[in-house]
């Protein structure tokens, strides 16, 4: 058995999409947030190549198209921001001084907790881009000479607890303002949070699109700066 599955070329991709379909029918069925997709397949492929001993690295082999996918997947969110762009136009310096605010309150955040913890220097860097997206995420971390599988961690931790805790968290704060959401979500919780932000509703999808764009690139530039800290 453990033969069949090394010697499978596209076993690691089947195995992706097999167990992220059963985590959106249980999400569809049961209609509770906290039965989110992405951690219903985590769960599973952990489950399968531990009962099949199957090695990580044949798995990633066969899994690696959907790498490809990340920046294209990514890149589309700028539809629904084009549909909202007269809008952008109108609040452009809200917009834009949100999401700076974002970036650094997620990079002062991180800073604030190595100083609580004592993180050493790797770990501390490992953590700063947790709030973008992966396809940015895992370069910025292999830059700043940081831990690349930790950091994917911390940015799908970070994105399933947007996808999970954000529209609720955004209603105890009493924030009605569908640009305010969106930023907040885009920034903190990258593309896992924007999937919430879309069924929110299109304005809400626009901003937290926007912010994962700018986010990024502004993290990039402030991780950087921070990192010397």
Same mark, same amino acid.
């Given at each position: 058995?453990k033969?069949?599955?090394?010697?499978?070329?596209?076993?690691?991709?089947?195995?992706? $999409?097999g167990?992220?379909?059963?985590?959106?029918?249980?999400?569809?069925?049961?209609?509770?947030?906290?039965?989110?997709?992405?951690?219903?397949?985590?769960?599973?492929?952990?489950?399968?190549?531990?009962?099949?001993?199957?090695?990580?690295?044949?798995?990633?082999?066969? =899994?690696?198209? %959907?790498?490809? %996918?990340?920046?294209?997947?990514?890149?589309?969110?700028?539809?629904? $921001?084009?549909?909202?762009?007269? %809008?952008?136009?109108?609040?452009?310096? #809200?917009?834009?001084?949100?999401?700076? =605010?974002?970036?650094?309150?997620?990079?002062?955040?991180?800073?604030?907790? #190595?100083? =609580?913890?004592?993180?050493?220097?790797?770990?501390?860097?490992?953590? $700063?881009?947790?709030?973008?997206?992966?396809?940015?995420? @895992?370069?910025?971390?292999?830059?700043?000479?940081?831990?690349?599988?930790?950091?994917?961690?911390?940015?799908?931790?970070?994105?399933v607890?947007?996808?999970?805790?954000?529209?609720?968290?955004?209603q105890?704060?009493?924030?009605?303002?569908?640009?305010?959401?969106?930023?907040? @979500?885009?920034?903190?919780?990258?593309?896992?949070?924007? =999937?919430?932000?879309?069924?929110?509703?299109?304005?809400?999808? #626009?901003?937290?699109?926007l912010?994962?764009?700018?986010?990024?690139?502004?993290?990039?530039?402030?991780?950087?700066?921070?990192?010397?800290?």
């Open positions: 058995m033969d069949f599955f090394q010697d499978s070329v596209f076993v690691g991709l089947l195995i992706s $999409l167990s992220y379909g059963i985590g959106m029918w249980l999400r569809k069925k049961t209609k509770l947030s906290l039965i989110n997709p992405l951690v219903i397949s985590i769960i599973m492929v952990i489950a399968f190549l531990l009962i099949t001993g199957m090695d990580y690295q044949t798995y990633c082999e066969g =899994a690696d198209g %959907l790498n490809y %996918l990340l920046t294209p997947a990514t890149i589309c969110l700028a539809l629904p $921001l084009y549909q909202q762009v007269e %809008l952008l136009k109108k609040n452009y310096r #809200a917009v834009i001084l949100g999401i700076t =605010a974002g970036v650094l309150s997620s990079l002062c955040t991180i800073l604030l907790l #190595a100083l =609580a913890f004592q993180f050493n220097h790797e770990i501390y860097v490992t953590l $700063l881009p947790k709030s973008i997206t992966t396809a940015i995420g @895992i370069g910025m971390s292999e830059e700043l000479g940081g831990i690349v599988s930790l950091t994917v961690v911390s940015i799908v931790i970070t994105g607890l947007g996808n999970v805790i954000a529209e609720k968290w955004l105890i704060c009493r924030i009605k303002d569908p640009i305010a959401k969106g930023i907040a @979500i885009g920034c903190a919780s990258h593309a896992m949070g924007t =999937a919430k932000a879309m069924e929110m509703g299109d304005v809400e999808g #626009a901003m937290s699109g912010s994962i764009v700018v986010s990024g690139v502004l993290t990039v530039v402030g991780a950087t700066l921070f990192s010397y800290i």
